[in-house]
């Protein structure tokens, strides 16, 4: 089966810090990886979807310089909270897929982010 | 916003029964695919079905899609109670994009 790993999967930090969560495709190679963020009790928001070697598509409301998004491999994708304040708590999952659109995405167990 | 609907948004049902959730959405669609969610874990990929199948069956799960009504809808049969999770649909468009429905909270008493 396709494995994604997403590290860490809890973090506790003071407002003002950055933040980068891990992705990581263990057993294929990822062209497109997806970043969402999830409220409790509710779907997944896309945020970004990336690809790798470019720039990342951000979905209309999410801002670029607040997360930021790199996918330099294969089989790894990194999104930077950066200046991270308490609403931007969240549970935030990625994704990755393999090079047609036509397959699955393969999720990562997500991260848990609380900002003090 | 491009996200989907499904309902019902809970559904409770016995073990043994078998539980029926509906996905509707907006836009044309490459393919549909539905997931599995166990409360603040990822999601598990349980079936793909392609824009021009209308039916496709994966153990207990059977999936319908209705490009002209834009809906799919997920039957599980013989449910357990190892089935209670939240499950959504989502979306691929011709774009390259890709929207999750609303979700069901699915529980199964035992």
Known sequence: GAVVSQHPSWVICKSGTSVKIECRSLDFQATTMFWYRQFPKQSLMLMATSNEGSKATYEQGVEKDKFLINHASLTLSTLTVTSAHPEDSSFYICSARRDRADQPQHFGDGTRLSIL | ?110
């Open chain 2, 1 to 110: 916003s491009q996200q989907g609907e499904e309902d019902p948004q809970a559904l409770s049902i016995q073990e043994g029964e078998n539980a029926t959730m509906n996905c509707s959405y907006k836009t044309s669609i490459n393919n549909l695919q539905w997931y599995r969610q166990n409360s603040g874990r990822g999601l598990v990929h349980l079936i793909l079905i392609r824009s021009n199948e209308r039916e496709k069956h994966s153990g207990r799960l059977r999936v319908t899609l209705d490009t002209s009504k834009k809906s799919s809808s997920l039957l599980i049969t013989a449910s357990r109670a190892a089935d209670t999770a939240s499950y959504f649909c989502a979306t691929a468009n011709t774009g390259n994009q890709f929207y999750f429905g609303t979700g069901t909270s699915l529980t199964v008493i035992p």
